[in-house]
């Protein structure tokens, strides 16, 4: 026999904000992923370090390389998405986090992704992928610092630089791109 004085709208109430809590909880973290930009890092082959000496290429610039494999989830389309989270993961020293504002293909069908670093106003990633082949360009300029993963078809690798601005080569400025206007 069941009592009429059982109210189990009344003894439910007082837990419902908690309920509610964890639902929207759950609903957020569902809402926004968190993905590291690399999976594994080794040391650069002996070969790279003698062109960084030798101030070949785009490593005239560089101040330290690594070799290094990025995530699928990064150079998978639809793997990332706007609002997700990426750990830019670069040398032990340096991590940042990332959040994806921008996705898309560019006109090659190459898959795009930008995101905003945390903390740095000025900060962003720039990552471009296809063909199991990928370039990222991250910008810190509040700290003076960039760095590039690059692939190299003759090792058939990715590898992570970072660059010093300062040495960077600088282009000569050309002529306006926009014709004059005849007056």
Request: aromatic letters at 10%; charged letters at 20%; a negative charge.
């Amino acid at each position: 026999m069941i009592p009429d004085t059982i109210s189990f709208r009344g003894d439910l109430l007082p837990v419902f904000p908690f309920f509610f809590f964890i639902f929207f909880l759950l609903a957020a973290c569902a809402a926004a992923s968190q993905y590291s930009l690399v999976r594994e890092q080794r040391s650069a082959p002996p070969g790279i370090d003698a062109k960084m000496e030798t101030g070949e290429g785009m490593l005239a610039a560089a101040t330290r390389v690594a070799q290094v494999g990025l995530s699928d989830v990064v150079t998978a389309e639809g793997g990332l998405a706007t609002g997700d989270v990426l750990i830019v993961n670069l040398f032990d020293d340096r991590t940042y986090r990332a959040v994806i504002d921008r996705t898309g293909k560019d006109a090659k069908g190459m898959l795009t992704l930008r995101g905003r670093l945390d903390n740095y106003p000025s900060g962003y990633i720039l990552i471009t992928s296809g063909a199991g082949r990928s370039l990222v360009h991250v910008r810190i300029p509040e700290e003076n610092r960039e760095y590039t993963i690059f692939f190299d078809p003759a090792t058939g690798s990715h590898y992570l630089l970072e660059i010093d601005p300062s040495n960077k080569e600088i282009l000569e400025e050309g002529p306006a791109l926009i014709p004059p206007e005849d007056g």
